[in-house]
């Protein structure tokens, strides 16, 4: 993105002063502070409310792997397991392809190629979750069931975590889903870190008389690297959070996986098919302590992931 | 506060009609408007509980289990009385208990009574009337191609076979058990893997199937127990009747367990199951009534009756509930006691006849006449809606 | 990160001899090949959604599907709750998201000190990552425990509450590309500094507010998980009573794909077409704008 290199200090620092330049500054700050507000409200809410379960089990809510209405026992493993397991296989198919779609659009597409494939893959951002889990149930899962998933589990199904049966509903599909669901993310914010590399280092490069390939392996991504590994982060982030679509393809079974075709469930899932009709107390204080855990991960890969992209394209880049 | 919420709300509306253009009758207008038929009931014995004149919206959650029943219950009394509209929403038994004790609903929807525990939780003052509204079957359907590739429709199917499945155990269709109670297609039962798909969310069919399940093998009662939530050894979870029959019916090799009806309209197969004299029964209105007079005696003064399984009798189904709706004894809203006092008045008289064409079956008249009876109970204000 | 080019000391040794030349041509060749499949295989998901949306929703796609809700048992029926229940509560989300979303923006931008702007981009930024579903858990606790009944106000806050800091951060970003010389002018001219806000700032940033606004409206339209515990849903028509519950298309769907009625499943499919359409023509026309400037 371009460098809107004028600091956010204060543009009508001092010239606000009249009074309804400071009733126009004080409104527009309560607003601005609404942001502030809603977040920390959101947190002291999880906090406070997954009290209850995480005294009864403390550090061991992590680590349980049992999640038992009847007998009152709630552990969080296997919904992080669920939640990390299907967002690194986005991650794991989704950060090369976007990352050479990122590439070929940056520096090899010629304008007229560029801008509708930069288009389209926008607006595959725009499709909502609850579409894609629709397309997820009815035609990518039985698609995959029959044809990748067969296919892995005759060949490799003899490593265990390749082992069918394929159902075509599980932390695989899931994985598939969220793959597109990311994509765009890291496509476009990639693309961004790799235009923001200065065309001094291009030329360097060309100069001692590399092949396009070799200067960007060796002049541009280093040089971006630190804002793709954020472009990847962000796009973890958004997996890992991702709710409808996973639910509807994931499988909804909270047991730890075994294989990845195995069926799973996430913590963004199990709060959504569960927290209207968890008992009141206990049980759903640990659905609160899942979302807990999930809000202190994904903003802690926010936070990662800000900071690399903005060692790149500074503060004011992408959102 | 909800009225003046309301209010605003509906101010905050106003402004979006102005901008939006677009122009919309006043087809419901807030709770309070219906105000002029909330005063107070007439003494005296009423043969049946006034409908109000004004306009009033019921929002109730809760049972999938008889929500196909509520929508036809809700759109012929809808025809009756266009000034109510009843919107159910089917979200689980458990859904619906929640929402009862937060008060975020008119009236809650469970097939599993409250537990003691469940009551405790109410706020303090609360009180909580059930009342049943219908029994219905929970059948195990399946969606199985046999090895000549054509559809298998019929199975036989016994409680330790059952278990063996939703623990896990049997895990292909054509496992020595289920071949030995299903000989006529046995050379068919294809090496399909089983699939389970169970609840995902707090159901009262979850109730009556992991109590059947636990009333018919010790292994499920000791390592998984009977509740609207279990740890499920096996399978995926899917949410409602609706998620468990659209589950099994998206792929061959499923099984899941559901309301009668949900079979029904999916066009899914059932399995006949072994009861308690040993002939094998498949799902039925009639199966479910002979259950239910078979156990009318049983029936808890304070009307919370466990599923009824394994009942006596050669055509009796072995697993069948109650279904209720559960309503606070005090009405806050009297014409909205009014309303649902109608409701369920004519839910429990003239939609009784209904049951039996949709997969449910009707109360026993003594539980009828004392559901009918609970009605006089629920006041406004401290005054029955409906005195005796 | 400035030491890469000093990195390839080799690179020039590499450079002779014309057999290591030929490889490296090949090289080259197939990895920017590689680099094409890739991105045209990022282009294909969102033709084969397309198409099967299309594909499926155009037969299910009729009056009745807008103009009718659901019938009991599945039998004929449509999607008229779930219409206007989208067509209420996106509009309320927006109505309080965007003056909040927009004026906030304006506090980063022209306002506050560079502390104050981190903080709040920062947090704005989580907002943006937060999982949709944790919002709905925040709102039901705030918007409908307290006035005990489930209802569209709240669905519309907590689509508010997703919209905000996209708003914020788009709006923030174009007022940056507004001149300063224009502020100045206008300072200049002794007209205050809220009305030059309002009156040139806000102008002048108007199309990219404009533009973010819109790519907000179209994200909130087709959020179905802060809804749950929220608006609900409804089988209902509920035209006006923010007090109540209220469906919205995505519920519409999710609910919809579940059911083990052909029928019901073609609904979901209609009103995904439905949805898709319009989510597609505000992100078509938006961009379209925006690019077209990029290209001119």
Redesign the interface.
């Known amino acids: ?2 460098s ?1 290199t ?8 001092r ?2 002063s ?1 009074v ?2 400071v ?3 004080s ?3 309560v ?6 507000g ?2 920390g ?2 947190a002291a ?2 906090v406070a ?1 997954s009290g209850q379960a995480l005294a009864k089990f403390g550090i061991s809510f992590l680590t349980g792997t049992t999640w038992d209405p009847i007998a009152g026992i709630y552990g969080a493993l296997p919904f992080i397991i669920g939640t990390i397991a299907s967002s690194f296989i986005a991650i794991v198919l989704a950060t ?3 990352l ?2 990122a ?3 940056a520096e ?2 010629p ?1 007229r190629v560029a ?1 509708p ?1 930069t ?6 951002a ?10 997820g ?3 990518l899962g039985p698609f995959l069931s029959r044809t990748v998933e067969a296919w892995v589990v005759d060949t490799l199904g003899w490593i265990p975590i390749f082992a069918g049966p394929p159902f075509g509903v599980g932390l695989f599909t899931a994985g598939v889903i969220l793959t ?1 669901m990311i ?1 765009p993310t890291i ?1 476009a914010i990639s693309r961004d870190m790799i235009t923001a590399v200065p065309d001094s ?1 291009r030329e ?2 060309l100069a ?7 200067m960007i392996t ?2 541009v991504l ?2 971006a ?2 804002g793709i590994i954020g472009a990847v982060i ?1 796009g973890l ?2 997996a ?5 679509a996973v639910t ?1 393809v994931i499988g909804n079974r909270p047991q730890i996986p075994q294989s990845i075709f195995d069926s799973s469930q996430t913590i ?1 899932s199990q ?2 098919t569960t ?2 009709e968890a008992s009141i107390g206990l049980q759903t204080s640990a659905l ?1 302590s899942l ?1 807990l855990v ?2 202190v991960i ?2 802690t ?3 990662i992931a ?1 900071l690399l992209v903005w060692r790149v394209a500074g ?2 880049g992408t ?1 | ?3 003046r ?2 209010r ?3 101010l ?6 102005v ?2 253009g ?1 122009t ?8 309070t408007t219906g105000g002029q038929a909330s005063g107070p009931p007439a003494s005296g014995g009423m043969s049946q509980p006034q409908v109000p004149s004004g306009n009033v ?1 019921l ?1 109730g ?1 809760g049972a999938t289990f008889p929500a ?1 029943l509520y ?2 219950w ?2 012929k009394f809808g025809e009756a009385h266009s000034n109510v ?1 009843v ?3 089917a ?1 689980g038994s458990g859904g619906g208990i929640k ?1 009862i004790t ?4 008119d009236f809650g929807a469970s097939d599993a009574a409250m537990k003691d525990e469940e009551i405790a939780a109410l706020p303090a003052g609360t009180k909580i009337l059930h009342v049943p509204t219908a029994l219905g079957a929970v059948v195990v359907i399946f969606n199985l191609a046999g090895a000549d590739g054509s559809a298998i429709k019929k199975l036989n199917l016994d409680g330790d076979t059952i278990a063996g499945v939703f623990l896990g155990k049997i895990t292909t269709w054509n496992d020595p058990a289920i071949a030995a109670l299903n000989a006529d297609v046995a050379s068919n039962l294809p090496a399909t893997p089983i699939k389970v798909i169970h609840r995902s969310d707090g159901s009262g069919t979850t109730n009556a199937f992991t109590t059947y399940l636990a009333t018919v093998s010790s292994e499920w009662k000791d390592s998984v127990g009977a509740g609207k939530e279990v740890n499920w050894p096996t399978g995926d979870g ?3 009747n ?2 468990v ?5 998206t792929a061959d090799g499923r099984i899941g367990y559901v309301e009668l009806q ?1 079979a029904v ?4 197969s059932s399995a006949a199951v072994k009861n308690a004299n040993g002939k094998f029964v498949a799902g039925s209105s009639a199966g479910v009534t002979a259950a239910a007079e078979g156990a009318v005696d049983a029936f808890p003064d304070d009307f919370r009756a466990a599923p009824i399984i394994n009942g006596p009798g050669d055509d009796t189904y072995p697993i069948a509930a109650y279904t209720y709706l559960l309503l606070y004894q005090d009405q806050t809203d009297a014409t909205k006691g009014q309303a649902l006092t109608a409701f369920l008045h004519w839910a429990l008289t003239d939609g009784q006849s209904e049951e039996k064409a ?1 997969g449910y079956a009707p109360l026993p008249a003594p539980i009828q006449q004392k559901a009918l009876e609970e009605l006089h109970r629920i006041t406004t204000g401290g005054s029955p809606i409906w005195p005796m | ?1 400035t030491g ?2 000093i ?2 000391p080799s ?2 040794a590499r ?1 002779t001899g014309a057999r290591v030349g030929r490889r ?2 090949v ?2 060749r197939s ?2 090949t ?10 294909l ?2 033709a ?2 397309l198409f ?2 299309a594909a ?1 929703g155009l037969s299910a796609l009729s009056l009745d599907l807008i103009t009718k809700p659901p ?4 039998i004929g029926g449509g999607a008229a709750n779930a219409v206007v229940g989208t ?2 509560m996106v ?2 989300a927006a ?1 309080i998201a965007v ?2 979303g927009v ?12 502390r104050s ?22 709102v ?3 918007l ?10 709240a669905g519309s806050v907590a689509l508010a ?1 997703i919209m ?3 708003v ?3 709006t ?2 174009s007022l ?2 507004v001149p ?1 010389s224009l ?1 100045e002018a206008s ?1 200049a001219l002794g007209v ?3 009305r ?2 309002l009156s040139v700032v806000l102008r002048t940033g108007l199309p990219g507010i404009l533009t973010g606004s819109m790519l907000a409206i ?2 909130a ?5 802060p809804l ?2 929220t608006a ?14 209220m469906d919205s298309l ?1 519920l519409f ?3 919809n ?5 052909d029928a019901l ?1 073609q609904q ?2 209609g009103a ?1 077409f439905l ?2 359409l319009i ?2 023509i505000i ?2 026309a938006v ?1 379209a704008r925006s ?1 077209g400037r ?2 001119g």
């Open positions: 993105m371009t809107a004028v600091t956010a200090a204060a543009r009508f620092g010239a606000a009249r309804p330049d009733v126009f500054r409104g527009s700050g607003l601005a502070w609404v942001a502030v809603i977040l409200l959101l809410l999880l409310n090369p392809i976007g050479l779609t590439i070929f659009l090899l597409a304008r801008i494939l288009f389209t893959i926008e607006l595959l725009a499709i909502p979750s609850v579409v894609f889990g629709l397309w149930v009815f035609v597109l994509l496509v280092q360097a490069m001692l008389g590399a092949t396009r390939w070799e060796n002049a280093p040089y690297r630190s962000l982030g958004r890992l959070g991702e709710t409808m509807m963004a709060i959504a927290f209207n609160i979302g999930l809000l994904t903003m890969l926010n936070v800000r503060p004011q959102s | 506060m909800t009225n919420a309301s605003l709300a509906s905050a509306f106003g402004a979006i009609v901008i939006a677009c919309s009758p006043g087809a419901t207008t807030g709770p919206t929002s959650a196909l929508q036809v809700i759109e509209t919107d159910y929403q979200i929402a937060q008060q975020t609903v899917a949410p409602g609706d998620g029959s659209g589950g099994v019916k949900y309209v999916s066009g899914l949709i | 990160m890469a080019v990195a390839q690179m020039a450079l490296r041509t090289v080259d990895m920017r590689i680099a094409m499949g890739a991105a045209f295989l990022c282009a998901p969102l084969a959604v099967f949306v499926n019938r009991a048992l599945g067509l209420q509009p309320l109505l003056p909040v004026l906030g923006a304006v506090y980063i931008a022209e306002f506050a000190n560079s702007a981190r903080v709040i981009r920062f947090c704005a930024d989580v907002l943006v990552g937060m999982p949709s579903i944790l919002i709905g858990v925040f039901f606790t705030f409908v425990l307290p006035f005990k009944q489930f209802n569209g106000f509450v905000i800091p996209v914020m951060r788009t923030e970003e940056h590309l300063n502020r300072l205050p500094a809220w030059t806000v179209a994200r339209m087709g959020e179905t998980a749950l515990f609900l849903g409804s089988r209902v028509v509920n035209v006006g009573d923010f007090g109540r519950p995505p769907i999710y609910v794909a579940r059911q083990p009625v499943n979901a499919w995904a949805l898709l989510v597609l992100n078509v961009r690019w990029r290209i």
